[in-house]
């Protein structure tokens, strides 16, 4: 690790004027390339003292040796040189997008004498236009074929095409009208040339001139009873609407767009792009990086641009680029985009109306981006192994932790204060065995107390379970509220993960029997974990680390991991543990950590929303939701059935003296309701007013205030 005070450069030394920067390691690699606009400010920045720098910023100047740099006349030659050299170099510690797969594009060869329409990937050629990028090849294909009864251009490769010529006999698409055939003669060069420049101008969206000529010709053909040539001008009339319906309007302007959004997270970034041409979606793509720098979305966004259009002229840069955040500073974007152009370009954030709802479309579809990147990430069962093993070297554990179990605290200002468990084994979610905790212990807002009594209470449990066997020493019995919890699914034995990712080892004898109940079904906390996360920082985890040294449990790892920079405390040490940043072992507890923050969140809104759903009949011991039901379909309100004398209410189905009896005794010692109020008038209605429609128990006992208040879930 290099001491960056050792390559600092000398005061005075860096020019205030906009530049590029390089930092190298000591083997002379690029790590990390930058533009500023005053070089001399932006590098003083990372040569602070160490501990006021990002994680990921202090790596960097820690694995850098020295730093050079590039003077330039503009912010825009600055972001040109930004961008070849990070292209160049391929700096690990550069956001650099990556493609999940090659997206596939229709080809035009406007470069040869008998230009081709054809599906192209990889890097684009001089002299071809591209239309896309699509999603799938077959989607070209299909547009292809149907275009090709209006435009029969050459679509065959070149061996085909000389061996056509060679026997002056055209292939099947010739002989059946979707070629013009060229290879023998029947279109010159340069009328299958105009053939194919009519071809694009029609998929680059000027759709309505060549419609609205097909049509007039079709009429002129049927006024003069040319019938047969007005059916196939009718039929083509029929196949370029098709194919033109493939892609449904959704700027009614028929902008020409691009529209760029993106889904992040504190370790990862997705980014979607929607293609839009004439009013329609022509391509789509989609792009995830690593963020392996402190990095706003709006340079998120810049880097985007500057991946999208590094390569492009002219009209492939469209008139309009639409995005989530502007870059800073916005002039230098927009010039260079401008440049790249050869025409003003309007980079902004759309705000209303038909783009802002594309807008939405796009950031769902990088949402779904990223979450199918998490998915296939966590899939696979090497990066796994790999992170358990980073997770085991970073605590200083002897094994990989196989079972981790990680707890959340939830609240909205301090009510309905819930905690959740999660479970993950060999690195994947069960489910099966998640648990949702009710905060019993005290009341008011407190985590660090509420984390203690959830870890008490979890092990407790686990030792009355081993003393039950005779496999543990003494321990005090706790339940967790039993309308809380997630019951174990079938088949979802909670030792599963002792012979995890070695294969399935088969169970049986006195192990067995402690990990099951009498039924067979499998205890709810007999298999403890190797590794306990709590999603907090150090009081948290010296709260669990209480918890469970109280109780003489020893042999269980504590780690906590606060969110804010994502750093991994652990309960004996000062300072924290800062995992790489590109670490599987840290993707894996981020993972944990928000699927914990997941399940409580979830829990405190259902306990929240049933609170405020509460009626006065909830109140009534054994009175259930059919009987309820019953009761406010028979009286149409409850203000009704308060009024209802005990053989009024016996005259409902289901309802005996004896329940009878216990609503009217619930009603009696319950509180009369505050008088309704017309908002409008401020008058007092009478009841008659009020009950004209009825009442669910499921709906909130006053229009009222429970849930127009506002606060901060945790």
């Known amino acids: ?79 040109q040189l930004e961008y070849s050299w990070i292209k160049e170099y391929d700096p690990r510690f550069n956001v650099k997008y990556r493609d999940d797969k090659s997206y596939p594009y ?18 684009k050629k001089k002299g071809v236009r591209y239309f896309g990028p699509y999603a799938h090849a077959w989607a070209i294909r299909d547009t292809v074929d149907l275009l090709l009864r209006v435009f029969p251009v050459r679509t065959c490769s070149a061996g085909v095409f000389k061996n056509a010529a060679r026997t002056g006999r055209p292939c099947l698409l010739g002989y059946i009208g979707k070629c013009s055939a060229p290879c023998v003669g029947r279109i010159s060069p340069d009328d299958h040339w105009e ?17 609205r000529r097909l049509e007039k010709q079709m009429a002129q053909a049927a006024e003069e009873m040319e019938y047969e040539r007005a059916a196939r001008l009718r039929d083509d009339i029929g196949a370029l609407k098709k194919a033109m319906e493939k892609n449904a309007v959704v700027l009614a302007d028929a902008t020409d767009a691009d529209l760029i959004a993106v889904a992040e997270d504190e370790l990862e970034a997705a980014v979607q792009i929607f293609h839009v041409r004439g009013g329609r979606v022509r391509g789509q793509r989609g792009w995830v990086t690593d963020k392996v720098e402190e990095i706003t ?32 500073p916005l002039e230098p974007v927009q010039e260079w985009l401008t440049a790249r152009r050869g025409s003003n370009v309007s980079l902004r954030v759309p705000q209303r109306g038909d783009k802002r709802a594309l807008m939405e479309t796009v950031e769902r579809n ?28 970073a605590l200083g554990l002897d094994s990989a932790p196989l079972r981790i179990e990680c707890y959340d605290i939830s609240h909205l200002q301090g009510d309905d204060v819930v905690a959740s468990m999660v479970v993950f084994e060999d690195g994947l979610a069960r489910k099966s065995e998640y648990r949702r905790f009710q905060i019993k212990g005290f009341e008011g807002q407190d985590d660090v107390r509420s984390m203690h009594e959830v870890i008490t209470r979890r092990f407790r449990r686990y030792l009355a379970d081993k003393e039950r066997t005779g496999e543990w020493g003494d ?17 979802a034995g909670a030792g599963a993960g002792a012979g995890a990712g070695a294969g399935t080892v088969a169970v049986d004898g006195p192990v067995a029997d402690s990990l099951t109940e009498d039924d067979g079904r499998p205890r709810r906390f007999a298999y403890p974990p190797q590794l306990v996360v709590v999603d907090g920082g150090r009081p948290q985890v010296a709260a669990a680390k209480r918890a469970l ?13 606060a969110k804010r920079l994502e750093e991994v405390w652990l309960p004996d040490d000062d300072d924290p543990v800062i995992l790489p940043r590109s670490s599987e072992g840290l993707y894996l507890l981020q993972r944990v950590r928000d699927e914990a923050h997941r399940f409580a969140i979830t829990y405190q809104r259902t306990k929240r929303a049933k609170r405020f759903r509460a009626g006065p009949l909830d109140d009534v011991p054994g009175l259930g939701e059919t009987r309820k039901q019953a009761l406010i379909k028979h009286f149409g309100s409850v203000k ?33 309701p505050a008088p309704a109020v017309n908002t409008a008038t401020g008058e007092i209605m009478d009841e008659g007013e009020t009950d004209t429609t009825a009442d669910s128990p499921g709906e909130p006992v006053a229009a009222g205030a429970p849930e127009d208040r506002r606060g901060q879930e945790t």
């Open 1 to 79: 690790m290099a001491d960056p005070s050792s390559y600092r450069p000398k005061p005075g030394q860096i020019p205030d004027s906009p530049g590029v920067y390089r930092f190298r390691d000591e083997h002379r690699r690029v790590i990390y390339v930058g533009k500023a606009k005053s070089l001399r400010q932006r590098l003083a920045n990372y040569f602070q003292d160490l501990a006021g720098l990002h994680p990921r910023t202090r790596t960097m100047v820690t694995t850098a040796a020295s730093v050079e740099w590039t003077v330039v006349s503009t912010e825009v030659e600055a972001l």
């Open 475 to 491: 321990g005090g019995a706790d339940t967790v509220d039993g309308s809380a919890e997630i019951p174990a699914g079938a088949g």
């Open 549 to 561: 040294d109280e109780l003489g449990v020893d042999d269980v790892a504590v780690c906590g991991l």
């Open 106 to 123: 229709l080809a035009v060869t406007m470069n040869e004498e008998f230009p081709r329409a054809q599906v192209m990937r990889g890097h």
């Open 195 to 211: 053939l194919a420049d009519e071809f694009c101008d029609f998929m680059t969206g000027r759709t309505g001139t060549y419609l």
């Open 366 to 393: 990088a949402q779904q981006g990223l979450a199918l990147h998490k998915t296939k990430r966590a899939s696979d069962l090497t990066t796994r192994s790999r992170a358990l093993e980073e997770i085991a070297d």
């Open 297 to 328: 979305t709006g340079a998120l966004v810049e880097h985007a641009l500057q991946q999208l259009y590094g390569e492009e002229t002219g009209d492939a840069v469209p008139k309009e680029v639409l995005v989530p955040a502007l870059p800073d």
């Open 640 to 672: 009704r059935l308060r009024a209802a004398t005990i053989d009024q209410i016996c005259e409902v189905p289901g309802i005996g003296r004896k329940t009878a009896e216990t609503i009217a005794v619930a009603f009696a010692g319950a509180a009369a």
